[in-house]
């Protein structure tokens, strides 16, 4: 996130395209447990997640040489990098502007979850770019990230103007399609919130109760 609440106590954290291109670059370095721009998967769930509501699951067939480093240096990247880096690229290209998501990820099982707004070209693309030894869970979701960051950017304007009523102490994204605000007070604020930008965009969130606010990283 590039905006840091201008003269606000309050901070406005980014729970990521990804955008991705950053999440790619903390996943390479081991930081995948946070974000550091409003395009970054951040803080929320860095564990992949199992169960219910797999679209297509993927299982890498290609070799791990056929993709390609995600930087330009020489550094050896692991597979689950690899991919991270490849979803990224599809992730900002201009035809998946309305379908990527988010996405979650776990080290231990070499494993991603991403949720897109159903296409099957890029299901395709993601499933072809899958290398040996990991594995992608593709998951609905009815929003795309562009439409999740800029109505976190619009609440997080908005971080004071409840003082006296409720407190807002985050404001972020998360991968899963929706955008999270963290209040001191969530049956107060809640209607309140909700009233406020409107069915459409309730739809997509979430007022939940956070102790104080999170340190901007990054």
């Not at 974000?35 to 951040?42: I, P």
């Not at 991270?84 to 990527?100: N, P, Q, W």
């Not at 979650?104 to 991403?114: C, G, I, T």
């Not at 609905?140 to 562009?146: E, G, L, M, S, T």
Request: hydrophobic letters at 40%; proline letters at 4%; glycine letters at 8%.
């Amino acid at each position: 996130m590039k905006k840091h609440l201008k003269k606000y106590l309050w901070t406005f954290v980014v729970v990521a395209i990804v955008a991705v291109a950053v999440l790619a670059a903390l996943a390479v370095r081991g930081l995948m447990n946070m974000g550091a721009d409003d395009r970054t998967v951040s803080g929320a769930r860095p564990k992949a997640v199992t169960g219910a509501g797999v679209d297509r699951e993927c299982v890498g067939t290609r070799p791990v040489d056929s993709l390609p480093h995600a930087y330009d240096d020489d550094s050896p990247l692991e597979p689950l990098e690899r991919v991270v880096a490849r979803i990224d690229k599809l992730a900002h290209a201009h035809r998946y502007a309305s379908v990527y998501t988010g996405l979650a990820l776990d080290e231990d099982s070499r494993s991603l979850d991403v949720w897109r707004v159903p296409s099957a070209a890029f299901d395709d693309e993601v499933c072809g770019s899958v290398v040996k030894g990991v594995t992608v869970r593709l998951r609905d979701a009815d929003v795309d990230r562009k439409t999740l960051d800029a109505l976190a950017e619009r609440v997080g304007d908005d971080m004071r103007r409840w003082d006296g009523t409720f407190q807002m102490r985050e404001v972020g994204v998360d991968e899963r399609g929706f955008v999270r605000v963290g209040v001191d007070d969530p049956d107060t604020a809640r209607p309140i919130v909700e009233k406020a930008y409107g069915a459409e965009n309730g739809r997509y969130i979430r007022v939940e109760h956070v102790d104080q606010a999170s340190a901007l990283t990054g």
